[in-house]
């Protein structure tokens, strides 16, 4: 007993050593897409209810400094104007703001109806990953739903693809971005008959993927479209991932060519999702 | 007391960088805040109840890494409150150099477990250069905002055992 409480401190780091290789051991050998354990469900569910208010503060504050903004322009302009101005200017941002929004809720609705056999999901990203290397956003499903996210379910955009699911638990998913280094999206170009896959770069700052074909394949110019193929069963054929860019500057490597790709989604901007539960009329 | 206020500050510290990350437009390297917490409660703490929180926020910066191995940081933390325990005799950590010199010393620590992490338990990881290179930026940005940090827990500490003073208290 005397030793277990001198050793005490060598004791407890020993045990929480322990601990940390076991969760490492498991969470590395989780596929991603498949459901974590119940306690790290739990904490998800905890960390992001506290990460979607505090984005909702953030949002808030970034409101009120749009007005704050909006009102000190409207100081180098006559008195009368400025009155009137001032009475009118958070109701402008207020409604440009609004606008904004109904123009990103049309085209999600407008891509939903373009593309009537998606089953989907509408989720708002609330959070990005701690870890810069990581690719991966945090999304809040607007409405809980009854039906469970299929794991690695497709992640699109009124732009093309955003991703796909990792993990989800309740009402929140992470999605793994196109440009983490382990996105693998099958791809084609359509009319140039060139399959291939794109892959994340997973480069720090920028968000970039290459489109990897056969080096006997044909050669692809700059702005050629590439959208899925749909051969892994996960994103529908023909949804759009980017363009083909800098084609001079391609890699290849043995049997492959590397063609850097020009995502379609502009990630920064990304506020609204849809996730796809499934296709209707298409078998399980 | 001082674990828990600790635990809540830089947690919620954690939470908030995920958050302003949303906003922040592209991909940044943030803060490693539950390092600093570790190394703080390392030099200045009793020994098994600041294992047990240095392990619970490495547990936090693993769930909030979103995507990565569970268990990294929560391994490393507690390495880290070790070393950093057996550190606090032989460097200055009440001056901003020895603060910095610790967090970047202990940050690379933490980026080796990480990178040993990745190889020994994740068999479809293959990007190691950019794993470092994302890494040493990282330690970089700890290291810079470590006396910050230092600084905000101190004033937290002092606030809640009403001591002005943590550093004489325990530097030789």
């Known amino acids: ?284 | 007391m001082t674990y828990p206020v600790i635990f809540i500050t830089a947690f919620l510290l954690q939470v908030l960088e995920t958050a302003v990350a949303r906003y922040a437009g592209v991909q940044f390297v943030t803060p490693d805040v539950g390092l600093v917490a570790a190394i703080y409660m390392g030099v200045g703490v009793g020994p098994v109840g600041g294992l047990i929180t240095a392990f619970l926020l490495g547990l936090s910066a693993d769930l909030m890494s979103m995507g990565g191995l569970i268990g990294v940081n929560a391994g490393a933390y507690v390495v880290v409150f070790l070393l950093a325990m057996q550190a606090r005799s032989k460097v200055v950590v009440w001056a901003i150099p020895g603060q910095m010199f610790m967090t970047f010393a202990l940050s690379l620590v933490v980026l080796v477990v990480q990178v040993l992490a990745q190889a020994l338990f994740e068999h479809w990881f293959n990007a190691y250069a950019g794993l470092w290179r994302v890494g040493v930026a990282g330690v970089i940005v700890t290291t810079a905002s470590a006396p910050v940090l230092f600084i905000m827990f101190d004033m937290l500490q002092a606030a809640v055992s009403g001591a002005t003073r943590r550093r004489g208290h325990f530097i030789q």
């Open chain 1, 1 to 284: 007993m005397d030793a277990l409480q001198r050793h005490k401190t060598a004791l407890t780091a020993v045990i929480l050593v322990t601990v940390s290789l076991v969760l490492m051991f498991l969470s590395g050998r989780v596929v991603p897409g498949r459901r974590g354990g119940a306690v790290a469900d739990a904490m998800n569910r905890t960390i992001g209810f506290v990460q979607s208010g505090v984005s909702r503060v953030l949002g808030t504050i970034s409101k009120g400094f749009d007005s704050y903004t909006g009102l000190l322009s409207v100081q180098e302009e006559n008195q009368k104007l400025r009155k009137q101005l001032k009475n009118m200017r958070p109701f402008l941002t207020s409604y440009m703001r609004l606008q904004r929004e109904n123009e990103r809720l049309r085209r999600l609705i407008g891509y939903r109806s373009k593309h009537p056999r998606l089953i989907t999901l509408a989720a708002h990203v609330v959070a990005r990953s701690l870890n810069a290397y990581f690719h991966v956003v945090r999304l809040q499903i607007a409405v809980t739903p009854d039906a469970k996210i299929p794991p690695r379910a497709a992640v699109l955009s009124p732009d093309g693809v955003v991703g796909r699911i990792l993990h989800s638990f309740g009402q929140y998913a992470d999605c793994l971005l196109v440009s983490d280094r382990r996105s693998r999206i099958p791809a084609y170009a359509p009319g140039k008959q060139v399959q291939g896959v794109v892959i994340g770069k997973g480069a720090y700052i920028k968000y970039q993927a290459v489109f990897r074909t056969l080096t006997s394949s044909k050669r692809l110019s700059d702005g050629t479209l590439i959208v899925t193929s749909g051969r892994d069963g996960t994103f529908p054929e023909g949804m759009e991932i980017g363009r083909i860019t800098d084609s001079k500057h391609c890699q290849q490597s043995g049997l492959y060519m590397d063609y850097p790709v020009a995502l379609s989604n502009d990630i920064d901007a990304l506020q609204d999702v849809m996730i796809v539960l499934g296709v209707r009329g298409q078998a399980k």
